[in-house]
């Protein structure tokens, strides 16, 4: 389900996807597995007068079975968890959230803060609120097509005794 206003830089509407795949020997696979995604995201502007984007992501990856290692759920990206680098942590389960505040600045230039929160684990009862790991940062976007509302984005995601810096084109959601 998809009813944001922009599909490269939403101001508003919301997101969902839902995936489940079977991956088997049967079906040419090497491996027997299943996976399943969930990505909701909620876009909106928390001021009228104002362009601000209040930006919102819940999102989780399951595997079973006996998953590649490439399949499994990774907590950390430039998408998600920023801060961490790609795959710093990975097991068969992850769930994680975030939320950004994306405000103009001046002109073509704007800034954006956001936090996150998520953990993997082996198991859906292996999941503990102590153990959950967080993130913070802040980034500057500049307005590279305005018929497209394009941005080109960088930002700077600290996590636990960890930080990684981002440059990308498109909105990390």
Excluded: C
């Amino acid at each position: 389900y998809d009813s944001r206003d922009n599909l490269l830089n939403a101001h508003q509407g919301w997101y969902l996807e839902f995936t489940h795949g079977f991956y088997g020997k049967v079906l040419g696979g090497t491996q027997e597995f299943q996976l399943t995604r969930v990505d909701l995201r909620h876009y909106l502007r928390p001021f009228r007068n104002r362009t601000d984007v209040l930006a919102f992501q819940f999102i989780t990856h399951f595997t079973y079975d006996l998953a590649l290692l490439n399949e499994l759920a990774a907590l950390g990206s430039e998408e998600i968890m920023r801060g961490y680098y790609e795959g710093r942590y990975l097991d068969r389960k992850m769930i994680a959230a975030q939320v950004e505040y994306r405000t103009n600045l001046v002109g073509r230039l704007s800034s954006v803060i956001f936090l996150g929160g998520g953990d993997v684990a082996h198991q859906v009862s292996d999941f503990q609120l102590k153990n959950m790991r967080g993130s913070v940062g802040f980034g500057l976007r500049f307005l590279l097509d305005k018929r497209e509302d394009l941005n080109i984005r960088a930002d700077w995601g600290f996590g636990n005794r960890t930080n990684n810096y981002y440059l990308n084109i498109g909105e990390a959601f």
